[in-house]
């Protein structure tokens, strides 16, 4: 059971808008900024979004973050099918904590 | 170009040992913090142990008092000595370079090295 709770999958079709949840506590995201990565089918997962909003360089911008409160989101708009892939929030709280993962699906 | 390939992953027995190594390169190895991450197949990350510049360690609970890591700034070189296995550290284990600013994302992962624990 993760302490960051997230949806387990996610779909939408290409072009469209998805937004993934990551809920926390006051003691992970209600203290520390939060992290998203990117994980493709057989791959190590990949560093997508820093410090709750901040694209590393090579991440398009239809990637961006939030965070409100004890929670994040990660939107991806324009999906497109290389998208299709694990995404994961992480922060500090007793150490590196990492969501659940949310599998999100291109139809 | 930044790189980390990790070795020494095998089939062990639950009580063996193995020893985990991490090359790095295309970067100042002593100056960043770094850690391991596992990820059961099929299942979402987890964290395993963290090594700072300075040689400050953490762990995670799974595995304190069993797992060991330390780096060799030398060699450019991480390790996690892995004691007492049992078959739930059975895992892709990957290391990750710590990107040192605010949030201390995870900004370079090498391709993870497979451990399994079984007889």
């Known amino acids: 059971q993760s302490v960051l709770t997230q949806p387990p999958s996610a779909s939408g079709t290409p072009g469209q808008r998805v937004t993934i949840s990551c809920s926390g506590s006051?003691?992970?995201?209600?203290?520390?900024?939060v992290n998203w990565y990117q994980q493709l089918p057989g791959t190590a997962p990949k560093l997508l979004i820093y410090s709750n909003n901040q694209r590393p360089s090579g991440v398009p911008d239809r990637f961006s973050g939030s965070k409100s409160g004890t929670s994040a989101s990660l939107a991806i708009s324009g999906l497109q099918s290389e998208d299709e892939a694990d995404y994961y929030c992480?922060?500090?709280?007793?150490?590196?904590?990492f969501g659940g993962g949310t599998k999100l699906t291109v139809l | 170009e930044v790189q980390l390939v990790e070795s020494g992953g095998d089939l062990v027995q639950p009580g063996g040992s193995l020893r985990l190594s991490c090359a790095a390169s295309g970067f100042t190895f002593s100056s960043f913090d770094i850690h391991w991450v596992r990820q059961v197949t099929g299942k979402g990350l987890e964290w395993v142990s963290t090594?700072?510049?300075?040689?400050?360690?953490y762990y995670a609970d799974s595995v304190k008092g069993r797992f060991t890591i330390s780096r060799e700034n030398a060699k450019n070189s991480l390790y996690l000595q892995m004691d007492s296995l049992r078959a739930e550290d059975t895992a892709v284990y990957y290391c990750?370079?710590?990107?040192?600013?605010?949030?201390?994302?995870?900004?370079?992962w090498g391709q993870g090295t497979l451990v399994t624990v079984s007889s």
């Open positions: 992480a922060t500090w709280d007793d150490g590196l904590t």
């Open positions: 990750a370079r710590d990107g040192m600013v605010g949030s201390r994302p995870l900004d370079y």
């Open positions: 006051s003691s992970n995201i209600g203290s520390n900024p």
């Open positions: 090594i700072r510049t300075a040689g400050d360690t």
